[in-house]
């Protein structure tokens, strides 16, 4: 099941400069399993070492925060867009 | 005098040049400016602080901005008012208001944090600024681009109160209505960020940003003669402003212009209908649950605050605390301010004053000790939210006996 996932320029020195990449997973959890097996070393700067996403990386499926969904266990299909971005930004 | 050592990560402590740059590539924790203090000690005084402007500029030595100011030569260095009509209301002592609703150009502190972003936007050569905004960036960020010659985008949700789409579209921008909350925007705009070589003031500039910050701080302590309140209650939406404030008065200390101990605690207020940073407080917790927001004080709803973890770890530093404040709490707190000291401030100043009020009943703040109230915004950008809830006006025919007859209704109402 291939995903779009866009990777934020923080990432791209692991993905060989990509911005977008494809993966599959059926979960958000099994997706960072496949980026990692793509990319060694990416699932440790999403992850902690206890397997929770760190505090300063959001991950957005369709645009929307993960938190509002499933987390880390948000059910994953054909042709959706995940979005790895910073957690630090904004301001009002 | 060499006063900046480019960049540093909050967490990791990775240190980056000077760069427009926010996350640290490792830990993803937000970068900080980091300033020689040992170079700023007895450089900086209350003298040369005094010699300074009448605005946010007499602290530009405690600023990240290496050269010429850009733009907003007159922002901040807004009114701190002895508010003791509210005191007596409050049953307090000793209340203050910092009144930033009246900050040039565009009425609310975030003038403070664009003048700064924006001379860093020329500094670093952009041609362009962006913002994602709840409304009062938006309207600052628009202006001082104009007054930079910049172009600029900015990205607001599209259920804005139509005041500040007004105060936004007057200068010239480019304005992109969101179809979605203001976390959608920013999220969206962390990706635009990503993609155009612009200045995103709360994005890619954001430590140089938020910097601005601090010098409502220093003004707080500066207008008290150089003293520290022991309390500040400050409204949060991203929950930058608090952890700003405290760490002017942590600077301010650290060169030795503060007298005394400080041992200010520091509050935030937030809307019920959006209180992600209340809440950890309340709860005691680190760990941020962002929330969609529903209250009508569009400018502080953010459910998904960056420095939610900052604001919450300030409270706890200072052994401050936090309050929520429903929707008809947030307009009794905008009619109290304007009742008691003269002061029309926006749903966010009415989000501060409430919770103000409720930690005093509830004995969290104590009575008798010095209060300062941060009221960040003008309430003639938001009158959406009092419409219907204020009381008709006396209308008559232009006679005296229709003006005798109608202060004799009155007389009878209130007897």
């Keep these: 099941m291939p995903v779009l996932v866009r990777i934020p320029t923080p990432l791209r020195s692991i993905t060989k400069g990509q911005s977008e990449v494809q993966a ?63 957690a630090i930004a904004g301001g009002r | 005098m060499e006063k900046l ?32 203090y040992d170079a700023l000690k007895g450089v900086v005084t209350r003298e040369s602080i005094a010699a300074g402007p009448p605005s946010m500029w007499r602290y530009k030595d405690l600023l990240p901005v290496d050269g010429d100011v850009a733009v907003g030569h007159h922002v901040g260095f807004t009114p701190l008012i002895r508010a003791q009509n509210l005191a007596d209301e409050l049953g307090c002592r000793e209340v203050w208001i910092k009144n930033d609703s009246v900050c040039h150009p565009s009425w609310s502190f ?34 001082h681009a104009a007054e930079g010659r910049l172009k600029s985008f900015i990205f607001i949700p599209a259920d804005l109160e139509q005041g500040k789409i007004l105060a936004t579209l007057v200068y010239n921008p480019t304005l992109v209505a969101v179809h ?7 999220r969206l ?41 022991a309390h500040i209650i400050v409204p949060c939406a991203g929950g930058s402003l608090i952890t700003k404030i405290w760490k002017a008065i942590k600077e301010l200390k650290a060169l030795g212009l503060i007298d005394g101990p400080t041992a200010t605690k520091m509050y935030a207020a937030q809307a019920q209908g959006c209180g992600p940073i209340v809440t950890m407080i ?11 927001p529903s209250t009508i004080a569009k400018s502080l709803a953010i459910g998904n605050p960056a420095d939610g973890y900052y604001a919450y770890k300030t409270t706890k530093e200072t052994g401050g605390y936090g309050e929520h404040a429903t929707d008809e709490e947030i307009i009794d707190g905008m009619l109290l301010l304007a009742r008691t000291e003269g002061i029309f401030t926006e749903t966010a100043g009415g989000v501060t004053v409430a919770a103000t009020r409720k930690l005093i009943e509830t004995g969290v703040i104590p009575r008798h000790e010095s209060i300062v109230i941060c009221i960040t915004g003008n309430g003639l950008k938001t009158p959406d939210a009092l ?21 004799a209704d009155l007389k009878s109402q209130t007897a």
């Design chain 1, 24 to 86: 599959t997973g059926d979960t958000v959890a099994g997706l960072v399993d496949d980026l990692d097996r793509q990319f060694p070393g990416l699932r440790e700067r999403l992850v902690d070492e206890s397997g929770e996403l760190r505090r300063f990386i959001n991950i957005y499926v369709n645009e929307e925060d993960i938190r509002f969904l499933q987390s880390k266990k948000t059910a994953l299909k054909d042709g959706d867009q995940v979005s790895i971005v910073p």
């Design chain 2, 5 to 36: 050592n480019g960049l540093r990560c909050r967490e990791c402590g990775r240190r980056y040049p000077g760069a427009p740059v926010h996350v640290c590539e490792f830990c993803f924790g937000p970068l900080e400016v980091d300033y020689r």
């Design chain 2, 110 to 143: 975030k003038d403070r944090v664009v003048a700064v972003a924006v001379t860093k936007a020329r500094e670093f050569g952009f041609d362009t600024v962006a913002c994602a905004s709840t409304g009062n960036l938006a309207n600052s960020v628009a202006a």
């Design chain 2, 180 to 186: 979605g909350t203001y976390d959608e925007v920013n």
């Design chain 2, 189 to 229: 705009c962390s990706e635009i960020a990503d993609k155009y070589r612009w200045a995103f003031v709360n994005v890619n500039l954001r430590p140089y940003y938020s910097e601005g910050s601090k010098t409502y701080g220093f003004e707080i302590v500066e207008q008290l003669g150089w003293r520290t309140p």
């Design chain 2, 282 to 292: 309340k709860n005691d917790t680190d760990v941020l649950v962002p929330v969609r």
């Design chain 2, 387 to 407: 419409y219907g809830r204020l009381d008709a006006h006396v209308k008559i025919k232009p006679s005296l006996s229709a003006f005798d007859q109608a202060l």
